[in-house]
């Protein structure tokens, strides 16, 4: 069965600290990962897609690698902010009409 | 530019009765996914659309389920005889293409009573 897990499942932090969030999958069958944050009663914000043939991409305070050999996704967010609050999510695109969403992280950011 | 619309934004329907989800998605974009979103859990993907090409139903979680899509572009997930386990918010999204990022309507909350 294909999978995707994130780890954890929910954080705290300070304002201002850096942080990782984590998405892995289980096998190496990629066609691109996103990840997206949700707002609570909110639709999905896309914040990151990386392609197969990539291994990065940076907007802002925020930065996603993707590592396809250990089937492995992080989204590094630097000096966390309190509007950082919400869940995010990855999602593993294994072909191109084939789409498995992670469960998320929810992140709380304490001002 | 427009995003991704969806209407009703809220449906309560009575369990057997049949309901219609619409999505225009952004204007251009050829590629169109349906998810749904049960309380507490994650996201399930439904369905897929490339263009005017048949989609892969084998996401459906049942025969109850289905989809179109008229003209390559307006898409409507009807599901016929609602149960309760059906209530959850669905929603859709649309990308220029399956290799790009995909964009979010903000969902149909659909509650089954």
């Known amino acids: 069965k294909q999978e995707v897990t994130q780890i954890p499942a929910a954080l705290s932090v300070p304002e201002g600290e850096n942080l990782v969030l984590n998405c892995s999958f289980t096998?190496?069958?990629?066609?691109?990962l996103q990840w997206f944050r949700q707002d609570p009663g909110k639709g999905l914000t896309s914040l990151l897609l990386?392609?197969?043939?990539?291994r990065e991409q940076t907007s802002g305070r925020l930065n996603a690698s993707l590592d396809k050999s250990s089937g492995r996704s992080t989204l590094y967010i630097a000096a966390s902010q309190p509007g950082d609050s919400a869940t995010y999510l990855c999602a593993r695109k294994t072909s191109y009409d084939k789409v498995i969403f992670g469960p998320g992280t929810s992140l709380s950011v304490i001002p | 530019g427009a995003g991704v619309s969806q209407s009703p934004s809220n449906k309560v329907t009575e369990k057997g009765k049949d309901v219609e989800l619409r999505c225009d998605p952004i204007s251009g974009h050829t590629a169109l996914y349906w998810y749904r979103q049960s309380l507490g859990q994650g996201l399930e993907f439904l369905i897929y659309f490339q263009g005017n090409s048949a989609p892969d139903k084998s996401g459906l979680p049942s025969d109850r389920f289905s989809a179109e899509r008229t003209g390559g572009s307006v898409s409507t997930l009807t599901i016929q005889r609602t149960q309760q386990e059906d209530s959850a918010v669905y929603l859709c999204?649309?990308?220029?293409?399956?290799?790009?990022?995909?964009?979010f309507g903000p969902g149909t909350r659909l509650t089954v009573t």
């Open positions: 999204a649309s990308s220029r293409d399956p290799a790009y990022e995909q964009y």
């Open positions: 096998d190496s069958a990629i066609y691109n």
């Open positions: 990386i392609q197969s043939s990539q």
